[in-house]
Nanobody, 123 residues
Framework: QVQLVESGGGLVQAGGSLRLSCAASGRTLGIAGMGWFRQAPGKEREFVAATSGSGDYTYYAESVKGRFTISRDNAKNTVYLQMNSLKPEDTAVYYC????????????????WGQGTQVTVSS
């Protein structure tokens, strides 16, 4: 099993920045791609960003492209999501996920999920 623990969420004003972290533990050798998803109140969970096992490949949702950056430190088994120029519509619970696939943008591609961290952007 793989355990994922997110941190770094909080309350920030519009235009501000936050960096989320997700630490993986357990059978991490089975992990390749990692991603971030988010779920706003009353909405379905949606894809935000993904990175390949080496970090050489990244993929973003159009709504965050140019503002968010996903990265990973494999020595620390940690993936990050740097969020800049935050907007009120970015308010959501952000989830980290891990997959044995190279990279994935769909929920169904991920085997392991964290508990989520709340991000609230005030206007």
């Amino acid at each position: 099993q793989v355990q994922l623990v997110e941190s770094g969420g909080g309350l920030v004003q519009a235009g501000g920045s936050l960096r989320l972290s997700c630490a993986a533990s357990g059978r991490t050798l089975g992990i390749a791609g990692m991603g971030w998803f988010r779920q706003a109140p009353g909405k379905e969970r949606e894809f935000v960003a993904a990175t390949s096992g080496s970090g050489d490949y990244t993929y973003y949702a159009e709504s965050v492209k140019g503002r968010f950056t996903i990265s990973r430190d494999n020595a620390k088994n940690t993936v990050y999501l740097q969020m800049n120029s935050l907007k009120p519509e970015d308010t959501a619970v952000y989830y980290c996920a891990a997959t044995p696939l190279l990279i994935a943008a769909m929920e169904s591609g991920y085997n392991y999920w964290g508990q989520g961290t709340q991000v609230t952007v005030s206007s």
